[in-house]
């Protein structure tokens, strides 16, 4: 059973970081494309940022470029997202992705393994 596991959400005021966690267990991490997703109130989830497995290549939305950033460890089966300069408008539940795939997707639909998200509140 294939399990992700978030962790390092929080309250934090404008300006700070935060690095988010996730955790697989029941797949082989080292062939996953993983993606964080976010789901603010009463909106969609967006694609925030991702990276594949073969060349660790990452891709961003437009609105965290330059502030986020994605990696991964193989050896702890984790993979993060360091957010930086955090804005009132990064407010929202993070949610992490997996696919056994070489390329990242910018779709929700292209997941079939998600974390439970994890909440990351932004004030200004």
């Known amino acids: 059973q294939v399990q992700l596991v978030e962790s390092g959400g929080g309250s934090v005021q404008a300006g700070v970081s935060l690095r988010l966690s996730c955790e697989a267990s029941?797949?082989?991490?080292?062939?996953?494309?993983m993606a964080w997703f976010r789901q603010a109130p009463e909106r969609e989830r967006e694609f925030v940022a991702g990276?594949?497995?073969?060349?660790?290549?990452?891709v961003f939305a437009d609105s965290v470029k330059g502030r986020f950033t994605v990696s991964r460890d193989n050896t702890k089966n984790t993979g993060y997202l360091q957010m930086n300069s955090l804005r009132p408008e990064d407010t929202a539940v993070y949610f992490c992705?997996?696919?056994?795939?070489?390329?990242?997707?910018?779709?929700?639909?292209?997941?079939?393994?998600w974390g439970q998200g994890t909440q990351v509140t932004v004030s200004s």
């Open positions: 990276i594949d497995w073969p060349r660790r290549s990452t």
């Open positions: 029941g797949i082989t991490f080292s062939r996953v494309s």
């Open positions: 992705a997996a696919r056994l795939d070489p390329l990242v997707s910018r779709s929700e639909t292209a997941y079939p393994y």
